[in-house]
């Protein structure tokens, strides 16, 4: 009866709370086995306290998942920059056209000035994915493990489920107890 040390974090509805392993306060927040053999109820208060689990964080997948996340959103940003780059050169080139036409040059042209305008909003947002993403890396993790005392108590409580599970299951089969003597006094 081996359990592993390793917890997954996940959150039921608000209606299937339960009290807290430790505090006893209605909580939503469950520690489960990879394979469902155990799970109790949990604070999330709990799971920041160093002193009850520890969370098992995997470095390099968790970097090179934010950093693909960010190198994504960066694309975005420059790809929807250099559509509206385009949309201006398109625009003033129809402007042109048409003071050609009108023969009226005496309108003032901005075109430097929208450069600088859209290329400002361009590294504002670039900034803004940037902050986003180090907001995301706050976020808690999914898996823990238990700290030496509150796992050897898990391990006891199934130990103990299981003799108990055992002794019913003794006690139910009628061949477990001694036959009544047939013969005379």
Request: net charge positive; glycine share 4%; charged share 40%.
């Amino acid at each position: 009866m081996a359990l592993p040390n390793v917890w997954h974090l996940r959150t039921v509805a608000d209606s299937a709370s339960r009290s807290c392993y430790v505090c006893y306060k209605p909580t939503t927040g469950v520690l489960i086995t990879p394979d469902n053999k155990d799970f109790f109820y949990v604070c999330r208060g709990h799971l920041e306290d160093r002193g009850f689990c520890s969370p098992i964080i995997d470095e390099a997948a968790a970097a090179d998942k934010k950093k693909e996340a960010l190198d994504q959103e960066i694309e975005a940003i420059k790809k929807e920059y250099e559509e509206k780059k385009k949309k201006k050169g398109d625009k003033a080139k129809e402007k042109s056209k048409e003071q050609d036409k009108d023969g009226s040059k005496n309108q003032k042209q901005g075109g430097p000035d929208e450069e600088k305008e859209a290329e400002k909003e361009k590294d504002e947002k670039i900034k803004a994915a940037t902050e986003k993403q180090k907001d995301v890396a706050k976020d808690m993790p999914r898996i823990y493990s238990l700290h030496r005392n509150f796992y050897q108590m898990r391990l006891d409580k199934l130990r103990h489920a299981e003799i108990a599970r055992r002794n019913r299951e003794r006690l139910s089969n009628p061949s477990a107890f001694p036959a009544v003597p047939s013969g005379n006094p």
